[in-house]
């Protein structure tokens, strides 16, 4: 008697945690009358009320607050700026989190992940409009490109600073 006893009880302490992660009523299922069970006691209650943690990134903790800045309008998010403005700021939240935690590779995957996106759009910005590539790295605080060579023809990437540099030193 007693080991079917324990088995319900094993079998209701996993039954009762499955339903709380899937954020369902345990007592719907299980009348409290039938079994003299309380729902306040220690038994049902899981050592935290936080759903169960996941690894995935979920955008939690990003400054979004330069995102309006170069956005084309308010509800834009799909414009080369604005992913740029996006991207940008999680690249400054992945940096604050590798600076505490140095061998999280994965971190740091992502990291250069994020930064070969950033430069392949800031690449497309720049051949497409120039202007808004400027005040995109300037609202940004982003460097400017290096020099790029593109077949056979050394073609130079920067900024107004560099452009004003360079055509100064001539």
């Given at each position: 008697m007693?080991?079917?006893?324990?088995?319900?009880?094993?079998?209701?302490?996993?039954f009762v945690r499955r339903q709380q992660q899937r954020r369902l009523d345990f007592f719907s299922f299980f009348p409290s009358h039938l079994f003299n069970l309380n729902?306040?006691?220690s038994f049902f209650l899981l050592s935290s009320s936080q759903p169960p943690h996941s690894a995935r990134y979920r955008g939690v903790g990003t400054d979004l607050s330069k995102v309006p800045?170069?956005?084309?309008?308010?509800?834009?998010?799909?414009?080369?700026e604005a992913q740029v403005a996006r991207l940008s700021?999680?690249?400054i939240q992945l940096t604050a989190h590798l600076k505490e935690h140095k061998k999280d590779y994965g971190a740091t995957r992502g990291l250069m992940a994020i930064l070969g996106q950033r430069r392949r759009l800031l690449r497309y910005l720049f051949k497409?409009?120039?202007?808004?590539?400027?005040?995109?790295?300037?609202t940004l605080n982003v460097r400017p490109l290096k020099a790029q060579s593109s077949r056979g023809v050394f073609v130079k990437l920067g900024g107004a600073a560099?452009?004003?540099?360079a055509e100064g030193t001539q």
């Open positions: 007693e080991t079917n006893r324990r088995r319900f009880f094993s079998f209701l302490s996993f729902p306040s006691s800045l170069v956005a084309r309008s308010p509800t834009d998010s799909g414009s080369t700021a999680r690249v497409k409009d120039r202007a808004c590539y400027e005040k995109t790295i300037a560099a452009t004003a540099a």
